[in-house]
């Protein structure tokens, strides 16, 4: 994935072109909303021209600074700055109009808000070409989890919504209006965590725990089948991405997850083959893991020992 403009910084446009001569297969700046509607409509009618995506962190940051965490209940009874849902909402928007008038594929990342949800599901009606994402932490936790501990490993962005939100965003996921399920896996130091909440860097790690969290919550309870957990954490991200669909014929390679439906896991520090610890669900007790991976014909994962 290549950076939309140079050096993430939202003021002129990068070398996308020879990007995608490089194997680009989509373009962002990652974790900065480009905050120039004219830079973001250049960016989006130039990638356009080679037929592939924007995934956009949708942020107006002259509404989200100094937030920290979400504005409501929470908020005010820690006493902390509050971050607006429509902050993400306007960019949500705006992106969407841009995707209209320029033809550009959209992807909204990591959505929160089941307003944001909402015009993505306008923008589909429509057949716009948009898309959106959704992570666990926000479709199993929701600003009450934050208490007052001030457990940073649950400050994150966007951040943790109101519990309204979660439950939207969980149908959403469920019914097909979220096409993707993913990480935004965010490892920190331990220093970068172990810190007051307000100096504490945003993010949580992911990626040993998304399947788990799916299996446990989703899958193994009936609420979601074990094919549309395949399409959304597989299958629709490759195909968003524009990458080849994996296949089970003779000659590919392997890339292949074994999964043990039955397997019992404590998420704890120990748990994590991740030199970082930051997750937002330690203490969990969550059921179903990956014990095998195979990845272009490699082993690496073994019995769930990293190979």
Not at 88 to 104: A, H, M, N, Q, V
Not at 278 to 304: E, I, P, Y
Request: glycine letters at 8%.
């Amino acid at each position: 994935m290549g950076a939309l403009t140079r050096g993430e910084k939202g003021e002129s446009l990068a070398e996308i072109g020879d990007m995608v001569m490089e194997g680009a297969c989509a373009f962002s700046d990652d974790g900065h909303g480009v905050q120039s509607a004219g830079m973001m409509k250049t960016c989006m009618a130039y990638v356009s021209q080679f037929d592939r995506v924007v995934c956009a962190h949708c942020e107006v940051e002259s509404l989200t600074k100094n937030g920290v965490i979400n504005s409501g209940r929470a908020a005010t009874r820690l006493g902390m700055f509050g971050w607006p849902p429509f902050g993400e909402e306007l960019e949500i928007y705006r992106d969407i109009e841009l995707s209209r008038s320029t033809g550009c594929a959209l992807h909204i990342c990591h959505i929160s808000t089941e307003k944001g949800l909402e015009l993505v599901k306008a923008a589909k009606a429509e057949g716009l070409p948009v898309t959106c994402e959704v992570t666990p932490h926000h479709l199993f936790l929701c600003d009450d989890d934050i208490t007052d501990t001030y457990d940073t490993n649950l400050k994150m962005n966007p951040p943790l919504r109101k519990r309204s939100d979660m439950e939207a965003l969980v149908q959403g996921i469920l019914d097909g209006s979220i096409d993707c399920l993913v990480t935004d896996h965010a490892p920190h130091a331990k220093h970068e965590k172990d810190c007051e909440w307000e100096i504490a860097f945003f993010g949580t790690i992911g990626l040993e725990t998304s399947l788990p969290l799916m299996l446990t919550n989703l899958v193994l309870p009936g609420k979601m089948s074990w094919s549309r957990l395949v399409e959304v954490m597989c299958v629709n991200p490759r195909r968003l991405l524009r990458c080849k669909p994996v296949t089970l014929a003779a000659g590919s390679q392997a890339d292949l997850t074994l999964i043990d439906p039955a397997r019992e896991i404590d998420v704890t520090e120990g748990y994590f083959q991740s030199k970082s610890k930051n997750s937002a669900f330690l203490g969990q007790h969550l059921t179903g893991v990956a014990t095998d991976v195979l990845m272009a014909g490699k082993r690496t994962l073994a019995d769930g020992v990293v190979a």
